[in-house]
């Protein structure tokens, strides 16, 4: 396959703009870029690699969409009954399909089980979702089972909980998934991984699991030199727990256990302190921030300034929470770029050193990509590099101003999600036109939408009333400091 492009941005750590091109595509790999004959007239298309979302949910129905307000974490963690339940084949390729379109060819899954008992079968969906749309995919395996409902005891949240009778999952028995069960499904999905496809321990946060499977995970993730994905000091709340438990610093602990290793990301990492991120560098750690999540959810703003300054490996995320719930990561990149100049502003700072453009590419394009796949293979393009490639139609950004010189700044600061016309992943064309041309994003939206079963609770006022009452009484158990018992 021959591809002529009127721009080539091929490496963003490098990142300069060649006009006229062929990339020569042979099976999976590239097998020679050149000059291409004049391409006056054409629509001013340009290629690059393509984007990496670092962090995501893979959500078929976004939260808002399905009534679910935004709000703090904790709170709108409780809210999430109201999700209607659906094959996780559909929710995934539904989300998959977006992120195609929009340019994303690789993204880290962190599952969200529907029901605890069948996370393989779950497991199995997303996979057929990922091999159907053909992006790449890190399904990280959850492990959690600790405080499903608050940092801390269900029963002490039933004294903060008015009429707590009420509220039969207080009281119900609940499915706890042991560490041996989880190991198990992991050696099962094992047989499912494929070059787009593989999988990576997802112990869910350190509150939401226990230190033995904490342990044993950072164990077998050093025998196995296998990835691991985890949520981490997302939330004021999050930080203050893990001050409590873990005394000698929950960082500490990590290393302490292994578990810091070039093969660890950290998501969020919003209430990180400096000495925590000095020795996240020294262990070669990764981060995935994910700046949307943390405004909807009111969690705070991660150090951009000191992680861009510290050189430390860091991807962009959406967390199935993009601003306008269109998975546009271009935007997610604009935000890192502008809010870290805002947060360390004037001259001096990371905004006028020439910091951001590279790094904000470098995570869209390599680090992400390094998160999702555990490889350094990627991220550029070069004759012998693998054929994952994304064409943009800049005509768009240059209609209000045609002689406009076309700049990597400019490409950052205009291009959204509408201007992808094309994404090919491992040779094979993905995207062709601005529309998924493996899986039918219309089509699978429509069967989604006829499939997926609401709670009763959603539209039940009687439950709508007990949802807030529960919401309530964590906001008091909180407030009581409960979570530091």
Same mark, same amino acid.
């Given at each position: 396959?021959?591809?002529?492009?009127?721009? %080539?941005?091929?490496?963003?750590?490098?990142?300069?703009?060649?006009?006229?091109?062929?990339?020569?595509?042979?099976?999976?790999?590239?097998?020679?870029?050149?000059?291409?004959?004049?391409?006056?007239?054409?629509?001013?298309?340009?290629?690059?690699?393509?984007?990496?979302?670092?962090?995501?949910?893979?959500?078929?129905?976004?939260?808002?969409?399905?009534?679910?307000?935004?709000?703090?974490?904790?709170? &709108?963690?409780?809210?999430?009954?109201?999700?209607?339940?659906?094959?996780? @084949?559909?929710?995934?390729?539904?989300?998959?399909?977006?992120?195609?379109?929009?340019?994303?060819?690789?993204?880290?899954?962190?599952?969200?089980? =529907?029901?605890?008992?069948?996370?393989?079968? #779950?497991?199995?969906? +997303?996979?057929?979702?990922?091999?159907?749309?053909?992006?790449? *995919?890190?399904?990280?395996?959850?492990?959690?089972?600790?405080?499903?409902?608050? @940092?801390?005891?269900?029963?002490?949240?039933?004294?903060?909980?008015?009429?707590?009778?009420?509220?039969? =999952? %207080?009281?119900?028995?609940?499915?706890?998934?042991?560490?041996?069960?989880?190991?198990?499904?992991? #050696?099962?999905?094992?047989?499912?991984?494929?070059?787009?496809?593989?999988?990576?321990?997802?112990?869910?946060?350190?509150? &939401?699991?226990?230190?033995?499977?904490? #342990?044993?995970?950072?164990?077998?993730?050093?025998?196995?030199?296998?990835?691991?994905?985890?949520?981490?000091?997302?939330?004021?709340?999050?930080?203050?727990?893990?001050?409590?438990?873990?005394?000698?610093?929950?960082?500490? @602990?990590?290393?302490?256990?292994?578990?810091?290793?070039?093969?660890?990301?950290?998501?969020?990492?919003? &209430?990180? =302190?400096?000495?925590?991120?000095?020795?996240?560098?020294?262990?070669? *750690?990764?981060?995935?921030?994910?700046?949307?999540?943390?405004?909807?959810?009111?969690?705070?703003?991660?150090?951009?300034?000191?992680?861009?300054?510290?050189?430390?490996?860091?991807?962009?995320?959406?967390?199935?929470?993009?601003?306008?719930?269109?998975?546009?990561? %271009?935007?997610?990149?604009?935000?890192?770029?502008?809010?870290? =100049?805002?947060?360390?502003?004037?001259?001096?700072?990371?905004?006028?050193?020439?910091?951001?453009?590279?790094?904000?590419?470098?995570?869209?394009?390599?680090?992400?990509?390094?998160?999702?796949?555990?490889?350094?293979?990627?991220?550029?393009?070069?004759?012998?590099?693998?054929?994952?490639?994304?064409?943009?139609?800049?005509?768009?950004?240059?209609?209000?101003?045609?002689?406009?010189?076309?700049?990597?700044?400019?490409?950052?600061?205009?291009?959204?999600?509408?201007?992808?016309?094309?994404?090919?992943?491992?040779?094979?064309?993905?995207?062709?036109?601005?529309?998924?041309?493996? +899986?039918?994003?219309?089509?699978?939206?429509?069967?989604?939408?006829?499939?997926?079963?609401?709670?009763?609770?959603?539209?039940?006022?009687?439950?709508?009333?007990?949802?807030?009452?529960?919401?309530?009484?964590?906001?008091?158990? @909180?407030?009581?400091?409960?979570?530091?018992?």
């Amino acid at each position: 396959m021959d591809l002529d492009v009127d721009y %080539l941005l091929a490496n963003p750590t490098d990142p300069e703009l060649v006009a006229n091109q062929r990339l020569c595509l042979n099976g999976r790999h590239i097998e020679r870029i050149a000059p291409s004959p004049d391409l006056a007239g054409a629509s001013r298309r340009v290629a690059m690699p393509p984007f990496a979302n670092a962090h995501d949910h893979g959500r078929g129905f976004p939260t808002l969409s399905v009534g679910i307000a935004d709000g703090p974490l904790e709170i &709108w963690m409780a809210r999430l009954g109201l999700e209607p339940r659906a094959l996780s @084949y559909l929710s995934t390729a539904c989300a998959f399909t977006r992120m195609a379109e929009a340019g994303i060819g690789a993204v880290v899954h962190c599952h969200n089980t =529907q029901d605890g008992r069948r996370l393989l079968e #779950e497991a199995k969906g +997303v996979a057929q979702a990922a091999q159907q749309v053909g992006i790449r *995919v890190a399904f990280a395996l959850p492990f959690a089972g600790e405080n499903p409902f608050v @940092y801390g005891e269900t029963a002490d949240l039933a004294r903060f909980v008015d009429n707590p009778q009420a509220h039969p =999952q %207080l009281w119900a028995a609940r499915h706890k998934r042991t560490l041996e069960e989880g190991l198990r499904i992991f #050696e099962e999905l094992k047989a499912l991984e494929t070059d787009t496809f593989t999988i990576q321990f997802g112990p869910v946060g350190p509150q &939401w699991t226990n230190r033995e499977t904490l #342990e044993k995970i950072a164990e077998i993730s050093a025998a196995e030199n296998r990835r691991v994905h985890m949520h981490f000091l997302e939330t004021k709340l999050q930080r203050d727990w893990a001050d409590h438990h873990f005394p000698q610093g929950i960082v500490t @602990y990590f290393d302490e256990i292994g578990l810091l290793s070039p093969r660890l990301t950290l998501a969020h990492c919003v &209430w990180l =302190q400096p000495w925590e991120l000095d020795l996240l560098i020294q262990r070669g *750690v990764t981060i995935a921030c994910n700046l949307s999540s943390n405004m909807r959810l009111c969690s705070g703003f991660p150090p951009l300034p000191q992680i861009v300054r510290s050189g430390i490996t860091f991807g962009i995320g959406l967390d199935g929470m993009a601003l306008e719930d269109d998975d546009d990561i %271009l935007r997610e990149a604009r935000l890192v770029k502008g809010i870290t =100049q805002a947060l360390a502003p004037g001259i001096d700072g990371p905004g006028d050193m020439n910091l951001m453009l590279p790094a904000c590419l470098k995570a869209l394009m390599q680090d992400g990509r390094y998160i999702v796949t555990g490889s350094r293979d990627g991220g550029r393009l070069a004759a012998g590099e693998v054929a994952d490639v994304v064409v943009l139609d800049t005509g768009r950004i240059h209609a209000t101003a045609p002689a406009m010189p076309l700049t990597p700044d400019i490409l950052m600061s205009r291009l959204t999600h509408q201007d992808v016309d094309r994404l090919i992943i491992n040779g094979k064309t993905i995207v062709e036109n601005g529309r998924c041309r493996t +899986v039918s994003r219309s089509d699978i939206e429509a069967e989604l939408r006829s499939t997926a079963r609401f709670i009763d609770a959603r539209t039940n006022t009687d439950r709508q009333v007990h949802d807030l009452q529960m919401q309530d009484g964590i906001r008091r158990f @909180y407030r009581s400091g409960a979570h530091l018992a």
